[in-house]
C-alpha cells in the first residue's frame, strides 16, 4: 500500500471514532503498519480531529524516527511500536479514553463476558493490564501480557488499547468494549452482571474455532 493510501485509511478511521465520541478532544490515537515497507502510519499530537486532514497523519519508523509529517507523532507512538515489534499478527492499533470502559479501567475492574458477542469479536472478557506510565514502551509491553487471546483490553487508570489484522478491525473492537462496558455499566444498576459461564463461553469457541480458556 503506498504512503497517501495508508495516511487516508488512518484520517478515516480517526474522524470516525471521533464522530463515535471514542475520541474527544485531541485525546486517543490510532496507527496501521506496513510491514513490507516497515512504517507506521499515525495520527499526531494535540491536533483537533475537526480540522484533520491526511497531511496531518504522521509516518514514522518501528523505532520513531520521522519519515513524513509536518507535527509531532502521537504521544502514545512507543505503545503502538511495541505492539507490532513483538505481535506479527497485528498491524492496526485504536488507543481510546471513551468513557465508560475508561471507567472500569479507572476502576481497575474487568469487563466481564456478559454479552454473547464479546466472544467472537473480543475474545471474552476486557482484561485490566497493570499499570504504567503514558508515553512509555512498557505502556505497550504491559497491555500485551493480557492481549494473548484478546483483540482489546484495559490501560488501568488509562482508556482502552484494541488491536487487529487491520486498523479499521481495531476500531471495530474499540466500539465493542465500550459498547459492552456501556451496557454493564447499565446491568449493574438493575441488579448485577452476569457473566456467561466458562463452559459456555468455550462451546462458543469451539464453534468459531477459537482456542479455549
Known amino acids: 500500500m503506498n504512503t497517501a493510501a495508508l495516511k487516508q485509511r488512518v484520517l478515516s478511521m480517526a474522524l470516525q471514532a471521533y464522530q463515535e465520541k471514542l ?9 496501521q503498519y506496513d510491514p513490507e515497507q516497515g512504517i507506521v502510519a ?6 483537533p480531529y475537526e480540522g484533520m486532514t491526511a497531511d496531518d497523519i504522521m509516518v514514522i519508523s518501528l523505532d520513531g524516527n520521522i519519515l513524513e509529517g509536518k507535527h509531532t507523532p502521537s504521544s502514545e507512538w512507543k505503545m503502538h511500536t511495541a505492539v507490532y515489534k513483538n ?10 479514553h471513551s468513557p465508560f470502559a475508561t ?8 469487563i466481564p463476558a456478559a454479552l454473547i ?12 493490564a497493570e499499570f504504567a506510565l503514558p508515553g512509555t514502551e512498557d505502556l505497550g509491553k504491559k497491555a500485551l501480557r493480557v492481549l494473548e487471546r484478546r483483540r482489546a483490553c484495559l490501560l488501568a487508570n488509562h482508556g482502552v488499547l484494541a488491536v487487529g489484522e487491520t486498523v479499521e478491525k481495531a476500531h471495530t473492537y474499540a466500539l465493542y468494549t465500550e459498547d459492552a462496558a456501556k451496557i454493564c455499566c447499565l446491568a449493574q444498576g438493575l441488579g448485577g452482571v452476569h457473566a456467561i459461564p ?7 469457541r469451539r464453534k468459531k474455532g477459537l482456542e479455549e480458556e
Open 23 to 31: 475520541f474527544a478532544g485531541t485525546s486517543g490515537n490510532l496507527s
Open 42 to 47: 499515525i495520527t499526531p499530537s494535540s491536533v
Open 87 to 96: 505481535r506479527s499478527d497485528i498491524y492496526g492499533v485504536v488507543h481510546t
Open 103 to 110: 471507567a472500569f479501567a479507572a476502576a481497575h475492574k474487568v
Open 117 to 128: 458477542e464479546m466472544i467472537p469479536f473480543v475474545g471474552g472478557d476486557i482484561p485490566l
Open 198 to 204: 466458562l463452559e459456555i463461553q468455550n462451546e462458543m
